[in-house]
């Protein structure tokens, strides 16, 4: 794997950064670190799905929803206990990174973006009409049991969660199953012609995405007490994530995590300037100007900073 | 050890179209054909029927005597043949190293895992090529088309194959380029590879072969010896454009 002692130094360093925040921090900005720590696994869940392997989801929330609403139905309806709810809830989204899979055995591309983007808005309408006694509608559930009380326990949950899950992506990456995964992305009729089943490659990742965006879905509702179709299969939403992962930077495990914290903090900036849907036009746009600046992202950025700094470091 | 190829009545329809009709040679364990005709004869066709990219509407393929047919392509490579292609396919953006660590990466997602890469495999793999060591760290975009075929052989080499296609193995090679594939490909047949190879370089092609077999429109016209198949008549009409 080409581990170092300064990779897990750094990972520690991160770690005691984010976990003294809240000493520094007001219990606001506390909240969106939350959000923040929320998007970071959604968009490392997206990445490990269409950074690495290139087929592009716009219908990330199917996977998402598919883990919330189980778990919320699991403990609101039938009285089971978040515990055990959460597990099923991650085993369920992991059959639907199945269903997801079944199109990508066929076709890529647009094509494929378009299916889950159908995906997500057939599960939105599905939630919606099929028992709205069970799913509670258009109006989602409130009263859901929570993980945690209060904003600072909320935040060590989550970031907890964000830091264990991006570990792990990360570790598993660095393997030869990342490299085959990323090389699905460059050249699929090549790894099959190294001798690498295609087929079975896609699955790990559409199950590995899945477990992660069921895990941070369940998680999730269960921080906020409620859930909102209206919200959770939001097209903004979607493209939250796809720009968050897109822009720090797609098929690495950190440039999702730095793509999340900046946009969280950017939107949640420019609130009180924009209050209305007009700031993901701003964000947008300079969503374009980065990702025109530097295709690979923020984190591509910082490195061509680091050796930039390396080089005139020499020169003097 | 090497493996033997049989392919017998192969045909492939595309709609209306016959790329390969009712085909069929041998290759012998350690043998190397030549595969030669025109442009649009069949030839890559036949690879790719031969590796699962295509299956084939009839016919049967066989490595040691086993029908291959129902496997798919990383099953096939498994059986022991492997090919390459007319243009390069890199993973642009890995380095050299881990275009070559694809090719070494067993099919499993466990070991995969649990597995280490293997340097100095992938190493040697790029040595016994003519890569050199500072060339491993670098992109596939960094490198001449003769080092690309190069670290295309290399990732073949490493699925550890008994057979090997060659698919114009020599296109946009410059002569100390050919000179240095050829002696790659003559030191593998001493080391008993079977190859089927293609190529419009018919000099360079040669030296390198046993016999040869010629195909135009899809159908086999000749086989036998290299200067045989070159003096056919009907090679020379279709292949050559010359009565």
Redesign the interface.
């Known amino acids: 794997?080409?581990l170092r002692w300064h990779h897990f130094a750094l990972w520690g360093l991160f770690a005691v950064t984010l976990f003294v925040l809240p000493e520094f921090v007001s219990r606001g900005t506390l909240r969106t670190l939350i959000f923040a720590n929320f998007l970071a696994i959604f968009a490392i869940s997206w990445d490990t799905l269409s950074g690495r392997t290139g087929y592009i989801s716009f219908g990330h929330p199917f996977l998402i929803g598919i883990g919330a609403y189980t778990t919320a139905i699991l403990t609101k309806r039938f009285d089971v206990a978040m515990e055990i709810s959460i597990p099923i809830a991650v085993i369920a989204t992991m059959v639907g990174g199945l269903i997801v899979l079944l199109p990508a055995l066929r076709i890529k591309g647009s094509y494929f973006a378009l299916v889950t983007l159908a995906m997500m808005e057939l599960i939105y309408q599905l939630v919606q009409v099929i028992r709205p006694d069970l799913t509670g509608g258009t109006r989602g559930m409130s009263g859901l049991p929570t993980l945690t009380r209060g904003a600072v326990n909320g935040y060590y949950m989550s970031v907890s969660l964000m830091l264990a899950i991006a570990l792990t992506t990360w570790l598993?990456m660095r393997?030869?199953?990342g490299?085959?995964l990323?090389?699905i992305g460059?050249?699929e009729?090549?790894?099959?012609?190294?001798?690498?089943?295609v087929t079975?490659?896609k699955m790990?990742a559409f199950l590995f995405s899945a477990f992660i965006a069921g895990l941070g879905g369940a998680v999730y509702i269960h921080y906020l007490g409620s859930i909102a179709p209206r919200a959770l299969f939001d097209i903004n939403f979607v493209f939250t994530i796809i720009v968050a992962a897109l822009i720090g930077g797609a098929?690495t495990t950190v440039g999702p995590i730095a793509g999340a914290f900046f946009l969280t903090f950017l939107l949640e900036y420019l609130r009180p300037y924009l209050p209305g849907a007009e700031r993901y036009m701003v964000y947008s746009g300079l969503a374009l100007i980065l990702y025109m600046a530097q295709p690979k992202g923020m984190w591509e950025l910082f490195f061509q900073g680091i050796a930039k700094f390396d080089r005139l470091g020499r020169r003097e | 050890m090497s493996a033997k190829l049989e392919i017998r009545n192969l045909v492939k329809r595309f709609g209306g179209l016959v790329a390969t009709n009712d085909v069929s040679f041998t290759v012998e364990p350690g043998q190397s054909i030549g595969l030669i005709g025109p442009n649009g004869a069949g030839k890559t066709t036949i690879f790719s029927q031969i590796?699962g990219?295509h299956q084939q509407s009839s016919g049967d393929i066989l490595i040691d005597e086993n029908e291959i047919s129902r496997l798919?392509?990383?099953q096939r490579?498994?059986a022991g043949v492997?090919?390459t292609?007319q243009v390069p396919?890199?993973?642009?953006?890995?380095s050299v190293a881990?275009n070559i660590?694809?090719?070494l990466?067993p099919?499993s997602?466990w070991q995969?895992?649990?597995?280490?890469?293997n340097p100095d495999r992938e190493l040697e793999l790029a040595e016994s090529v003519g890569l050199a060591e500072e060339q491993l760290a670098r992109l596939p975009s960094e490198l001449s088309m003769g080092d690309l075929r190069k670290l295309e052989m290399a990732?073949t080499l490493?699925?550890a194959p008994r057979m090997m296609l060659l698919d114009e193995v020599f296109a946009g090679l410059t002569v100390n380029e050919i000179a240095v594939i050829s002696k790659l490909v003559q030191s593998m047949r001493d080391d008993g590879m079977t190859f089927l190879i293609v190529s419009h370089d018919l000099k360079a092609l040669e030296p390198l072969v046993d016999e040869a077999i010629a195909i135009n429109q899809g159908q086999l016209i000749a086989e036998g010896s290299y200067s045989d198949v070159m003096a056919d008549k009907a090679v020379r009409a279709s292949y050559l454009g010359a009565e």
């Open positions: 794997m080409g598993v393997t030869r199953l490299t085959a990323s090389a460059m050249n009729e090549a790894v099959s012609g190294s001798g690498l089943s079975k490659l790990a098929g | 590796m990219e798919s392509t990383p490579i498994l492997s090919r292609y396919r890199p993973f642009s953006d890995m881990e660590r694809v090719g990466t099919d997602i995969m895992i649990t597995r280490g890469p990732r490493a699925t």
